[in-house]
């Protein structure tokens, strides 16, 4: 029987080591498996390609049973886990608080527990404002990469 925790394994032992890492696996009720996974400099086509086949290959004939998706995470995905969080260090994020509060800033100090968001406040005819707000992940209801097309 395939399980999350099953392909999981699979995929950890085979990306370690790759600079790839594991962002997500997800097993639906109608048999689909997606695996998501990326890396600092982004994932190609072919590292997608290649987990995908070992997958397969690994489940053997119970791979017939189920459709199996490897990807990257979406631009509009939120952020997962502490890799993520590292690969887009200095970028501009919306943070969701578990309040429902949006703010939006440039991440740093990342750890595997939380990061500092700075937020420039703009005022007509003032300097603008800088603070620097720490947050914990567990304080969080998502993390999203501001998409900018400048």
Same mark, same amino acid.
């Given at each position: 029987?395939?399980?999350?925790?099953?392909?999981?394994?699979?995929?950890?032992?085979?990306?370690?080591?790759?600079?790839?890492?594991?962002?997500?696996?997800?097993?639906?009720?109608?048999? /689909?498996?997606?695996?998501?996974?990326?890396?600092?400099?982004?994932?190609?086509?072919?590292?997608?390609?290649?987990?995908? /086949?070992?997958?397969?290959?690994?489940?053997?004939?119970?791979?017939?049973?189920?459709?199996?998706?490897?990807?990257?995470?979406?631009?509009?995905?939120?952020?997962?886990?502490?890799?993520?969080?590292?690969?887009?260090?200095? /970028?501009?994020?919306?943070?969701?608080?578990?309040?429902?509060?949006?703010?939006?800033?440039?991440?740093?100090?990342?750890?595997?527990?939380?990061?500092?968001? /700075?937020?420039?406040?703009?005022?007509?005819?003032?300097?603008?404002?800088?603070?620097?707000?720490?947050?914990?992940?567990?304080?969080?209801?998502?993390?999203?990469?501001?998409?900018?097309?400048?």
């Amino acid at each position: 029987m395939v399980t999350k925790d099953h392909i999981r394994k699979l995929v950890e032992d085979h990306i370690s080591g790759t600079g790839i890492f594991l962002v997500d696996v997800r097993l639906s009720s109608t048999g /689909r498996i997606t695996v998501l996974i990326d890396r600092p400099e982004g994932v190609r086509i072919g590292d997608c390609a290649s987990l995908s /086949r070992f997958i397969s290959n690994e489940l053997g004939d119970e791979a017939e049973e189920h459709e199996l998706n490897v990807s990257s995470p979406g631009l509009d995905m939120p952020l997962l886990v502490t890799e993520q969080y590292l690969k887009n260090e200095g /970028r501009e994020v919306e943070v969701v608080t578990n309040e429902g509060e949006k703010i939006n800033g440039i991440m740093h100090n990342v750890t595997s527990g939380g990061f500092d968001l /700075r937020v420039v406040r703009k005022q007509k005819g003032k300097e603008p404002e800088t603070t620097v707000t720490s947050f914990n992940n567990e304080d969080l209801k998502s993390v999203r990469v501001k998409i900018s097309f400048k």
